[in-house]
């Protein structure tokens, strides 16, 4: 049973550019959050998407977008990027189906802004 | 807001030694309470969770008690081996929407 699956697993970028991250959710998962982890610090919830919907938001400015598609796979889009964005990015999926809380993370993509 | 307050790293002991991580947290009505491990270059793993008060989680040795009187969560384990050396981040979920919200996390090193 193939887990979450995140790509790239690292990526560079220059301060200004634009970049897509992309996550595949657990099987039978269908909500999908994405964090923003630091160096050396907790992760940061960004937003969640269920039924192709952003559901909540955290305190990420507009730059910060995302997109769920229809097979539960959702996209992460950070435009016009700044040194302050390079972090690990995780993906967590869950189901709504339960009252599990059963999160499984993704190995996430490092983002490296130059 | 809802917050979290772990005890800052890194925690250094020895193979066998009792281990104690403090977690405290800040939240409207009744959350959810998590320990999730990260080790080096992946990503977080869930490691034991409790949902309501006086819950005890527990997984692989390791044990939390949802504490309500406290709003604590502390992670123990009686005997900590060379491969738990990790870092390990303490969480809550309020009710609703399953947004998680993290601590700033705590190393731990364990030498032979």
């Known amino acids: 049973d193939a887990g979450v699956t995140q790509s790239p697993t690292h990526l560079i970028k220059t301060r200004g550019q634009q970049v897509t991250l992309r996550c595949s959710p657990k099987?039978?998962?269908?909500?999908v959050s994405w964090y923003q982890q630091a160096l050396g610090q907790g992760p940061q919830f960004i937003f969640q998407?269920?039924?192709?919907?952003?559901?909540q938001r955290g305190n990420f400015p507009d730059r910060f977008s995302g997109h769920q598609f229809p097979n539960y796979s959702s996209e992460l889009n950070v435009n016009a990027l700044l040194l302050g964005d390079s972090a690990l990015y995780l993906c967590?999926?869950?189901?709504?189906?339960?009252?599990?809380?059963?999160?499984?993370f993704g190995s996430g993509t490092r983002l490296t802004v130059v | 807001g809802d917050s979290v307050t772990q005890m800052e790293g890194p925690v250094t002991l020895s193979e066998e030694a009792f281990l104690t991580i403090n977690c405290t947290y800040t939240?409207?009505?009744?959350?959810?309470l998590f320990w999730y491990v990260q080790y080096p270059g992946e990503g977080l793993q869930l490691l034991l969770k409790?949902?309501?008060?006086?819950d005890k989680g527990s997984n692989k040795g390791f044990e939390a008690t949802y504490r309500k009187e406290t709003t604590s969560f502390h992670l123990e384990k009686g005997s900590v081996q060379v491969s738990d050396s990790a870092v390990y981040f303490c969480?809550?979920?309020?009710?609703?929407?399953?947004?998680?919200?993290f601590g700033t996390g705590t190393r731990l090193l364990v030498s032979p």
């Open positions: 967590a999926s869950s189901t709504s189906t339960t009252n599990n809380y059963g999160y499984t």
């Open positions: 099987s039978g998962h269908d909500t």
């Open positions: 998407y269920y039924e192709e919907e952003e559901r």
């Open positions: 939240a409207t009505g009744y959350p959810s």
């Open positions: 409790a949902t309501k008060a006086d």
């Open positions: 969480a809550l979920s309020s009710t609703g929407f399953q947004k998680l919200v």
